[in-house]
Every structure is written in structure tokens, then in C-alpha cells.
């Protein structure tokens, strides 16, 4: 869509996403399909129509607990609102951030979490904070009826009747060590 | 191994990473298989196995361009020296923060990096940079030997000879959002 493509086929998606075409469209078909035979699929479409089936045609609200700098890089993102993620609250303990701003979302505390939740729509909340203080948080959080949460803390969290992303950086960076190794081994044969 | 235990079986691992104990079976079979008939694995054995086949079982060198606040959140993340990857450097362009450092890494002007690179060994460069510099930066490192990049900016970067790992934070917050809605259409049923 950025590049002005109007249509595309299976095997020209193919190409761009190292993916086969036929498990583009069996994935696809899945959901119900969206191609034509011998037309492809019309971007615009299929565009608004993933959209859908990940639920980002609508303006998510997002607060973050943990107003650190990994809290702070998470708020900077220009990439979550443009998908709809607004950030609408950031929260800490640490009384010296504690009022200041982070591109113009005041940073409350913890404690004014459950009169915000009371007057404001939370779909998600985010753990940036450390994994000893993750598990009381997720507690306080479902106290508060936030039941979805993305989990920056490297413990894994699970809770009955809500859903947890757990985000693992070091699976990435592992991925890589094995990209690097196995690139290294080509090199060398 | 943090639990103590000694061996496990398939069916336990199965039962602890949501994966089928065939599926858990087939994919070590394809790096040798390391369980034995009856006896299942022993965890100390596969942890190490594993570590070998990821390529983390020696040090990384690992530099960030970057010292904003994804940089510094990266740097403090106590998981990846754990893993092997100590962060050797920080490099930016910010006047204001050249010279300090961040857990005792200090922030270097990115223009030190050709003599930093012959001095050191750099296994990893990690792209905590806005993605406007993505580009230039990857060319830089490239003419200095670097040719594994880990890269946070919102750029997809491909680079021949070179082993680069895009990291997508929206595509875990787009999973996130895709499992809220089904929870949501289970709880209305």
C-alpha cells in the first residue's frame, strides 16, 4: 500500500514475505479468504481485512506500568498509535518521575491506578517494570478488571480468564546468536 | 534446572510449554535427539545441548548504537549478560550524553567506531536508533567488519552477506490484541 500497489498476487507476496504462496493462501482461507482467482488480492482489502482479524481497527487503550527508560522507549513509539495503541497513562513508584510528563502522558502513581481505572477505558496494560515487582502488579491489575496485558518483566505470567502476552527480548537475540553460528559454519565449508 | 529437577520426560516439557510432546520429540530429533527411551531427558544435559545449538554457549560482544532510552533499557537488562551477551559499548550522536555511561558502559561518539572496531572484537550490533539513521548506520558497520546486527528500529533491513534480526515490538502487541478479541467472542458465546 505504501508503494501504491493496487493488487498483488500470492506468488508476488510470496516473494516479499519468504513465505510460500500456498501457505499464504491456506492461511488466508483460514479466515475466510479474500483472493480472486487469476486477480489476486486487492491490497486496500486485504489491508483493512487482516486489520480486523487482529483487531486493530479500532483505537486500543494502553497504560504502562513501569515509567523507566524502557517504559519511556515504549511510550516514544511512533509505530502503537499509528496502529491505534494510545498510550493514555504511565505509572510508577519512583517519586521523582512521578508528575513529570513523557511525550505530554503524565506519569501517576501506582496508587492512583484504581481511581484511573474507575473513570477511564484500560484494554491493555504494560509491564515495564522489574520481574520482582511484575506478579503484585498483575494481581493489582486484576483487581482493577484489566485482564489483558503485554509483559515486558522476564517472568512469565500466567492468570486464569485474562490474557497475557509475555515479550521475550533474549528469544530474538538468541535467534540470531543461531543465525550468526550457522552463517559462520556456511562461511567456513 | 532452576526447580531442581533432574530429568524430565517429554510429556512433562509438552505439558509446561503448551507444545505437543511429539512436536517436542521431532524438533530435538533434528538437532540429534537427546532423550533417552524410558528415562526422558536429563535437564542439565539438554539446557547445555541447547545452549550449544543457539550459540550461546561462549560470550557475545555486543554494541548498541543508540543511548536513548530503548539503548539504556537494553543495557540494564540483567538476562542477556546472563546469556552471554555482555554490552561493550554505547555509542550515540547526542552531545549531551557523550562521555557519561550506563552500568558502567560508557557512551562513545559514534565517529569513535572504526578505531573502537579494530581495537575490539564486536560480535553483535544492536540498532537502537531511529529508523531514519537505521540505514546509514548498517552501511557504517558494515564498512567496519560488523555483520551481525540486532535491529530495534522500525526499518526492515537487508543486507547481503550479513545476519540481521529485525525486531517487531507492534507484531507482539498486534498478537496481544488478536487474542483479546477472541477472549472477548469466547466470553460472549
Known amino acids: 500500500m ?24 491456506q492461511d488466508l482461507n483460514n ?18 481485512a487482516i486489520g480486523r482479524i487482529l483487531g486493530i481497527d479500532r483505537v486500543h487503550s494502553v497504560i504502562l506500568i513501569g515509567a523507566g527508560h524502557l517504559g519511556q522507549a515504549i511510550a516514544s513509539y511512533e509505530e502503537f498509535p499509528r496502529l491505534g ?8 513508584i ?11 502522558i503524565p506519569v501517576m502513581d501506582i ?12 484494554d ?13 502488579v498483575a494481581k493489582l491489575l486484576y483487581e482493577n478488571g484489566i485482564r489483558s496485558i503485554w509483559n515486558f518483566a522476564h517472568v512469565d505470567l500466567e ?3 485474562a490474557v ?3 515479550v521475550h527480548l533474549s528469544d530474538s537475540l538468541m535467534q540470531l546468536s543461531y543465525r550468526i553460528q550457522q552463517h559462520q559454519k556456511r562461511g567456513t565449508e
Open 31 to 48: 479466515f475466510g479468504g479474500f483472493g480472486h482467482q487469476g486477480y489476486g488480492y486487492n491490497v486496500d482489502q486485504l489491508y483493512h
Open 85 to 92: 495503541f494510545q498510550i493514555t497513562g504511565l505509572f510508577d
Open 124 to 136: 491493555i496494560a504494560a509491564l515495564t517494570l522489574p520481574k520482582e515487582a511484575a506478579k503484585l
Open 2 to 25: 505504501d508503494e501504491g500497489v493496487e493488487r498483488i498476487s500470492s506468488g508476488e507476496l510470496s516473494e516479499r514475505m519468504n513465505v510460500t504462496a500456498s501457505q499464504i493462501r
Open 94 to 104: 519512583d517519586q521523582e518521575i512521578i508528575g513529570t510528563s513523557v511525550r505530554g
Open 164 to 166: 497475557v502476552e509475555n
Open 159 to 161: 492468570m486464569e480468564d
Open 111 to 122: 496508587s492512583e491506578l484504581p481511581v484511573f481505572a474507575k473513570k477511564h477505558t484500560i
